[in-house]
């Protein structure tokens, strides 16, 4: 069986501080800190690898300070990383480091490539913009030039994101929160990206709305078909959202399997911990 | 054993628990079975026999600790489901591995229609035969068609588990698992989905089922196996090993 | 007070030093030569790059800030001996700031001026584009307040070059799309933002939409000065100027249907409303550019075209 992965990730690293390794000697999950106390560093992330397939999601848990932000922001651009490798299919059929390239192609992969749903919707979001124009924002960086046609497509995609329409044309600041990320959602698929990276995405939102969210991007992933990366510290978002999942502590991946493994048979003495607490 | 659809040898299953002192749990000390195309096959046994563990390691919810599980593909080829990687097994269930279990997972905000359907195109369906196939077996359960776009987290135990159970059949595997897939149904309900497991059989299906219905094991299976303490105890004919557990309840 | 009474007061304290009350002597066009070969410099690199704005050390004038000394500047680094000025405001030769400019433009350089585009060699304005066709011979010179066309949409420095750089106009689109969305058409007036020869986008301030279409595939040279924020910008001949606008959204010049001019009757020049006021009547419409609409009620009302009206 071949299963083409939209995105690969190995051996990702990052380092806060001085960047020398003498600093993995006494730092991670079996130490107990990202801290080290040799060099001063902080090993944020290390060693972080995974492919996800088009259609597939991949969970990334951990409690916080886990790394597994870091591994998002390092893979999105936001942050840059210490070392590793990040291949996209739709770069150069894979075979170009996106970590290498420079700021300003970076941020042209953002536009249709990659696309990210941030924790606080105001990072994805303009909030000064109407709903429709958010999403005006993605298309016409992707080279939209029709008023008519990129009304549409916005009132698409905010029906399939479940905002009604007649708030198409409100400023995205009067939104509740819940509300800002679905349209924050919209705009992440305004450009049909087939990778899409979730930090937390319904963390901070009340139950009810949160589970709407929920609801809505489980069936978005399964509609679009998109390679999907999901960190979260909230198993029943990982439970319902992904079919595998790694498990981050202190920088480092300590496990990795199929989600209902790992929920129910978790190998590793953490996984054991956060699986034990979270069930209780 | 290419002849049979599913086969183990010497399937181990043990936890070692951390959280508390490093101990080790055996939920599996070396299960040997064979199971037929068209052979329904009962667990049997007391709970912590073993029965649950065997369907889960089977399907990887379990990580196996050591042993075998060969399975026929549709396509003929044959795979160790324990070695498979984490992608491949995950591509292989619900297409050439179903599991039923007693609990619908996570499904909350959809009705039974979308549920059935949604299984059925994941295993491949197009659209349209799916939304039949969905509907033909709704109505074989008994689900009543007003319900079908109703959220099933307000529906009852007996109406979540026989959309469990359609959603779980809705294309033919070469082996489906079924753990407890009618415990909290009422009689004329049982006897359709029973109904529906039988013919799943007729159509060339292994299953490997766990029961604690007595009669829906009579009823179903063409062999039971026994366990006990993570092992197969006996394996044989229905009636015969049913006697041998009535004595023993009543001895 | 008058020249006389000056000597006289000062008479006793300078004592026969007439000098001091000639003129001062100045260099050809105002700048030294150092400045001269700077602001022309950025001026070449503005030609080299149509549409990018390029930082000048913009230098104190005789006009204060926000009166046209950038316009000033680059006139004044590029006006040679044989050049004829014309300077219009809002299009009328004879608004005092024109007449200020040009007055300092002829007095250090001693060249002729003129109101007519035909008879110029370099026209320097704020606001308009004369009506006349110009060519090849001549250099418009645009007094620009406000060089960026993002300003709008983006405050921080750096992230406003960055745009630039990256051809990033994204968030203009959105200030576009919501301008359109709130107003049913898109409202901008003067400075309409332009894409240069497909790469930059330029704000053409000051100039109105009437005046926008002039600036594509042009004969003549427009440079841009904008003194207070020390950028300068340029539009070489036969370059493609696009005003943005989606493509379903046709880009519309003003037009005030049935309206003519009161002085010389042109419906086809860009027009401006004289506003009702009780003193003087008032409540009509004229041509912006004074001194089109001057010859042209001229060529009408000579004898030998009949003095038709």
Redesign the interface.
């Known amino acids: 069986m071949n299963f083409d992965w939209a995105l690969k990730v190995s051996g990702l690293g990052k380092i806060h501080g001085v960047p020398d390794l003498r600093a993995l000697e006494d730092t991670g999950p079996d130490v107990g800190t990202a801290k080290s106390a040799l060099t001063g560093a902080i090993v944020a992330a290390w060693d972080v690898g995974f492919e996800v397939a088009p259609g597939e999601a991949l969970g990334v848990i951990g409690e916080s300070g886990s790394g597994k932000s870091t591994v998002m922001r390092c893979i999105a651009g936001d942050q840059t990383s210490t070392t590793g490798e990040v291949l996209l299919r739709s770069l150069d059929r894979g075979r170009t480091n996106v970590l290498d390239l420079d700021p300003s192609a970076r941020r042209r992969l953002r536009v249709a490539d990659l696309s990210v749903v941030y924790q606080d919707p105001a990072e994805g979001l303009r909030l000064n913009v109407t709903a429709g124009g958010n999403i005006a924002e993605a298309l016409t960086a992707a080279g939209w030039r029709h008023f008519g046609r990129i009304r549409d497509r916005a009132a698409e995609l905010l029906e399939r994101t479940e905002v009604p329409l007649s708030r198409m044309d409100d400023l995205v600041g009067t939104f509740s929160g819940g509300m800002r990320q679905r349209v924050q959602l919209a705009k992440a698929l305004a450009n049909e990206p087939p990778v899409v990276l979730l930090d937390e995405p319904t963390t901070g939102l009340d139950a009810s709305v949160a589970a709407g969210v929920l609801d809505l991007i489980r069936n978005l992933l399964e509609e679009t078909g998109v390679a999907a990366v999901v960190v979260s510290h909230d198993f029943a978002v990982i439970e319902m959202l992904t079919t595998r999942c790694v498990v981050m502590n202190h920088g480092r991946i300590v496990e990795a399997g199929l989600t209902d493994r790992l929920l129910e048979d978790p190998h590793h003495p953490y996984s054991q911990r956060l699986v034990g607490a979270a069930r209780a | 054993m290419t002849e049979h659809i599913f086969s183990c040898r010497g399937l181990t299953k043990d ?5 508390i002192d490093g101990r080790r749990v055996e939920a599996l000390r070396g299960v040997d079975l064979d199971i037929l195309p068209g052979e329904h096959v009962a667990l049997a046994g007391s709970s912590g026999a073993g029965k649950s563990s065997l369907l ?1 390691c089977i399907y ?4 196996p600790t050591s042993g075998t599980a060969l399975l026929r593909l549709r396509s003929g080829e044959h795979v160790d489901l324990t070695r498979l990687t ?6 292989l269930r619900g297409r050439d591995i179903g599991y039923v279990s007693q609990f619908l997972r ?1 499904e ?3 009705g039974p229609l979308d549920i059935v359907t ?1 299984a059925g195109v ?1 295993r491949g369906m197009d659209r349209s035969t799916a939304r039949d196939a969905a509907v033909h077996s709704l109505r074989r359960l008994n689900i009543d068609e007003k319900l079908w776009d109703v959220h099933a987290s307000v529906l009852s135990g007996g109406e979540k588990q026989r959309i469990n159970l359609a959603a779980g059949t809705i294309s033919s595997p070469q082996l489906l698992l079924l753990d407890e897939p009618v415990s909290a149904l009422d009689p004329a309900n049982r006897e359709a989905a029973l109904d529906l497991i039988g013919d799943l059989t007729t159509q060339g299906v292994a299953v490997l089922a766990v029961f604690h219905d007595i009669e829906a094991m009579e009823r179903l299976a063409s062999r039971i196996v026994l366990m006990r303490n993570g092992r197969v105890e006996m394996s044989g004919d229905p009636t015969m090993v049913l006697d041998v557990l009535t004595q023993g309840a009543t001895a | 007070m008058s020249t006389s009474l000056l000597r006289q007061a000062l008479g006793e304290a300078v004592g026969d030093d007439e000098s001091l009350f000639d003129e001062p002597e100045v260099n050809f066009g105002l700048l030294d030569e150092y400045s001269k070969r700077e602001i022309r410099r950025a001026i070449l690199t503005a030609v080299a790059v149509p549409g990018y704005q390029v930082p000048f050390g913009s230098r104190e004038m005789p006009v204060a800030r926000g009166w046209g000394s950038g316009g000033l500047q680059v006139s004044l680094a590029i006006v040679g001996p044989d050049d004829v000025v014309k300077v219009i405001d809002q299009g009328d030769d004879e608004g005092v700031n024109a007449v200020n400019l040009r007055r300092l433009i002829v007095s250090s350089t001693g060249i002729p001026e003129s109101t007519t585009p035909e008879d110029s060699t370099l026209i320097q304005t704020r606001h308009r584009i004369p009506e006349d066709p110009l060519d090849e011979r001549h250099v418009l010179v645009l007094q620009v307040p406000v060089p960026e066309p993002l300003r709008g949409v983006e405050r921080d420095m750096r992230e406003l070059a960055r745009m630039h750089a990256e051809a990033d106009y994204a968030r203009m689109w959105v200030s576009l799309y919501e301008d359109k969305v709130r107003n049913g058409v898109i409202t901008r007036t003067t400075g309409y933002p332009c894409l240069v020869d497909g790469r930059y986008v330029i704000a053409t301030t000051p100039i109105p939409r009437w005046d926008v279409p002039r600036l594509h595939q042009s004969r003549f040279l427009s440079l841009f000065g904008a003194g207070r924020e020390k950028r300068i910008y340029a539009v070489p001949p036969h370059t493609d100027v696009e005003p943005l606008t989606f493509e379903d959204v046709p880009f519309e010049v003003e037009v005030t249907p049935g309206a003519t001019c009161r002085t010389c009757g042109s419906s086809e020049s860009f027009l401006v409303e004289v506003p009702a006021s009780r003193v003087d009547g008032g409540g009509h419409w004229v041509c912006s550019d004074s001194d089109w609409c001057r010859r042209r009620r001229e060529r009408r009302d000579h004898p030998s075209n009949g003095g038709d009206s």
């Open positions: 936890f070692v628990l951390h959280t889960k990887r919810t379990y990580e984490d992608q491949e097994m995950a591509h996570a909350p905000r959809r949604r994941s």
